[in-house]
């Protein structure tokens, strides 16, 4: 897990060991709670995760909404923040 460039953001915000998150537990709708799972599993439809399916290397995976103005990789914290 620690060389993998994929799980970089998950051990960015998990510092801890792998448990349980609790507010996962008190989300009750189904449809609420996959998406901070799916975010966190990286298996969402982002660019930097879809890029590597496809051979775009990371540094070109560019933000499709800010490619105008930025030219900023689409990744897990840039599109959170």
Do not use: A
Not at 16 to 39: E, G
């Amino acid at each position: 897990m620690s060389i993998q460039p994929k799980l970089y953001y998950y051990r960015m915000f998990k510092m801890c060991s792998v448990t349980n998150n609790s507010y996962l537990d008190n989300i009750i709708n189904d449809k609420l709670r996959k998406t901070p799972t799916r975010f966190r599993l990286s298996s969402h439809c982002l660019f930097i995760e879809t890029g590597r399916y496809n051979g775009t290397p990371r540094n070109e995976r560019k933000c499709v909404l800010c490619r105008t103005t930025q030219n900023v990789c689409e990744s897990e914290y840039h599109f959170l923040l």
